[in-house]
């Protein structure tokens, strides 16, 4: 069973930016591909970034598209999200997740998919 324990979010000024870190343990990190999930409050969880088990392949939800990098270091057992230009818009808490894709090439923006949760890093944006 994979853990995952998020950090890194945080109170900044709109505009600014946020480094969110997934650190993962208890099997092999780089047979899951890996996701950042976020909810606000009232709102529908929404797939923000999603990256495959290699790191070759990544996907990006519309409204974070050029503001927001996925990545991961599987020698770290490790996802990021950095996060630019952040907007009143992105406040939520925010999720890493893993899903078990040994063998499985490409990504996944399904949150049923996903088997394993982080327990969340709240991001504020002040305007």
């Known amino acids: 069973q994979a853990q995952l324990v998020e950090s890194g979010g945080g109170l900044v000024q709109a505009g600014g930016s946020l480094r969110l870190s997934c650190a993962a343990s208890?099997?092999?990190?780089?047979?899951?591909?890996m996701g950042w999930f976020r909810q606000a409050p009232g709102k529908e969880r929404e797939c923000v970034a999603a990256i495959s088990w290699s790191g070759r392949s990544t996907s990006y939800a519309d409204s974070v598209k050029g503001r927001f990098t996925i990545s991961r270091d599987n020698a770290k057992n490790a996802v990021y999200l950095q996060m630019t230009t952040l907007k009143p818009e992105d406040p939520a808490v925010y999720y890493c997740?893993?899903?078990?894709?040994?063998?499985?090439?490409?990504?996944?923006?399904?949150?049923?998919?996903?088997?394993?949760w982080g327990q969340g890093t709240q991001v504020t944006v002040s305007s």
């Open positions: 997740a893993a899903d078990y894709a040994k063998g499985v090439l490409g990504v996944s923006c399904v949150g049923s998919e996903y088997a394993y």
């Open positions: 208890g099997r092999t990190f780089s047979n899951y591909r």
